[in-house]
């Protein structure tokens, strides 16, 4: 045990800035959202390795499985270590992954790939994406919604540096790969290379985080800030409700549910982005109207409203509430998927709206979760509850590509498919929104024996802040 | 909303009462450090995503 990461030495002193604690977030997660740019030396890996894209697919499943475990398994830790520790824990995993993964690559043993990145590095995503959550509420209880939305961003925003970044970085390893030209794939040591860079960098990165990040002391608030202001809201509960109790009560899988059918149907778009948009334009001599570039655009198009949807849904959820921005997420999601699977073929410029606002809201549900269960138990053991949430995540993170992969198979040829036969999967997805829709209707406010008792509540939080509760 | 230093009010902050230790300048390089490779981001992304309308 370090006894420099203890929660008790990492307590705000009087006076600290809490502007400091959003980018310490923003460190971390800018790191571990590098997970979503994968595909960057996808196909260097297939060629290294030999296999099939599914055999490098697995990879990034087992991460994001491993994500939704350890939030779910470590919560009630990162809890009651506080988030230093935990951003050192998550970022000793995560750069461990990487080094095996390069391990692994370098001597062309699969399992060591799957074991590293997928498994280890898997274990710091999940411990680093709930790590800045709890105590951002914290910070910000005035604002909790643009609070995790400016950390949960950065989870969105680090593939768009990672993505880039990558392509130099297998150029500068690699100087016979050029990403300009149409099948040019990086050497597989290149991709190990790759993934020293970032275990150095990333540990930099994240290092900087821990030692950035402060918890307020017990009793602090904003300047100007009154808590009645907040206990008049509807939903919003004054009162701890702990995870083991908060997994008990129906809103946390009505909120399960919402989580996992809207994160179910932003993959549904995710999955097939730069296909589908081929796809829907194709004309009836099987050429499409939309060109490759032009598709990576759409990607990236599609990335900018992901994270811009984390930061600006969630800050508006602040002003008019979390259910009512579900509605808007699982309604109007709703509404924009049927119109894609409908009439996406008739205009791109249509296509490419509704693709955007979807995944907006994907990003939004993500981003404003944790603000939506502070409303609804209180921020006692927020952080372990989240985590525990995520486990729907990791379920989207399955289903959702077995849906539209398994249509897609059914309807025929990748390359030969035209907008009909998405029809089935996006149709698909417009009724699993409808099932959010419902859930996040039926959410009602936590009953009061789920309550914890208000001095246990107390004693819990003066032993964390070393006997200062008052 | 509180936009100022985040000072704040309760047991924390009446507990020193000296000058605040984080200063504006390091609010401004914590920012810096995330806000630069965010920035490099998103100018290469709308790059690529210029495509869509132009490629």
């Known amino acids: ?162 993505s880039p970044l990558s392509t130099r970085l297998l150029g ?34 994240m290092a900087f985080g821990a030692a950035t990040v402060r918890v307020p002391a ?101 002003v008019i509430g979390r259910k009512p921005i579900y509605l808007v997420y699982l309604g109007v999601g709703l509404v924009a998927y049927a119109l894609l699977a409908l009439f996406g073929q008739t205009s791109t410029a249509l296509f490419v709206l509704l693709a955007a606002v979807i995944l907006s809201f994907y990003g939004g549900g993500f981003a404003t979760v944790p603000a939506y269960l502070r409303d609804l138990f209180g921020t006692f053991q927020v952080g372990a509850i989240h985590g525990r949430l995520l486990t729907a995540w990791s379920t989207a993170g399955v289903v959702g590509p077995l849906i539209v992969n398994g249509f897609l198979d059914a309807q025929g040829t990748p390359g030969r498919l035209t907008a009909e036969a998405y029809r089935p999967a996006l149709l698909t997805m417009v009724a699993l929104l409808a099932v959010g829709l419902v859930a996040n209707l039926l959410v009602r406010p936590v009953a009061a024996r789920f309550h914890e008792p208000a001095p246990a509540a107390e004693r819990e939080r003066g032993e964390r802040t070393g006997g200062r509760a008052s | 909303m509180s936009t100022g230093t985040g000072a704040g009010t309760g047991a924390g902050a009446a507990a020193g009462g000296g000058a605040p230790r984080s200063s504006t300048a390091r609010v401004a390089l914590g920012w810096a450090l995330v806000g630069v490779p965010l920035a490099y981001g998103v100018v290469e992304t709308v790059l690529r995503a210029s495509k869509l309308f132009t490629g």
């Open chain 1, 172 to 205: 500068l390893y690699d100087p016979d790969y050029d990403s300009s030209v149409a099948g040019s794939v990086p050497a597989g040591d290149a991709v190990a290379m790759l993934f020293v860079t970032f275990a150095v960098a990333h540990a930099l990165f």
């Open chain 1, 1 to 162: 045990m370090v006894p420099l990461l203890d929660r008790r030495r990492s307590i705000a002193p009087p006076g600290f800035n809490r502007w400091l604690v959003p980018p310490a977030a923003l460190a971390v997660h800018l790191c571990i959202g590098q997970v979503y740019a994968t595909s960057v030396y996808k196909n260097a890996l297939v060629q290294h390795f030999e296999v099939g894209n599914t055999e490098i697919g697995v990879v990034f499943s087992i991460a994001i499985v491993m994500l939704g475990l350890s939030a779910a398994v470590a919560g009630t830790w990162v809890d009651r270590n506080g988030p230093r520790r935990a951003m050192a824990t998550s970022a000793l995993f995560w750069v461990t992954g990487f080094l095996v993964g390069a391990l692994g690559i370098a001597t062309s043993q699969l399992w060591l790939l799957y074991l590293g990145y997928g498994v280890i590095g898997g274990i710091g995503l999940g411990i680093g994406y709930i790590s800045p959550v709890s105590t951002l509420i914290k910070w910000f209880p005035d604002r909790p919604g643009l609070a995790t939305g400016m950390a949960i961003m950065g989870f969105g925003g680090g593939a768009l540096v990672a």
């Open chain 1, 218 to 318: 017990e009793g602090w608030r904003p300047d100007g800030f009154d808590p009645a202001s907040v206990r008049s809201k509807a939903l919003v509960t004054t009162a701890s409700v702990s995870a083991r109790n908060a997994i008990r009560t129906p809103q946390f899988w009505l909120l399960w549910v919402v989580l996992f059918c809207n994160v179910t149907a932003g993959i549904g778009v995710l999955e097939q982005a730069s296909p589908m948009i081929q796809d829907f334009f194709r004309g009836a001599d099987g050429t499409s109207s939309v060109a490759v570039a032009a598709a990576g655009g759409f990607v990236g198009l599609l990335s900018m409203a992901n994270m811009a949807g984390r930061f600006v849904w969630s800050s508006t959820s602040d």
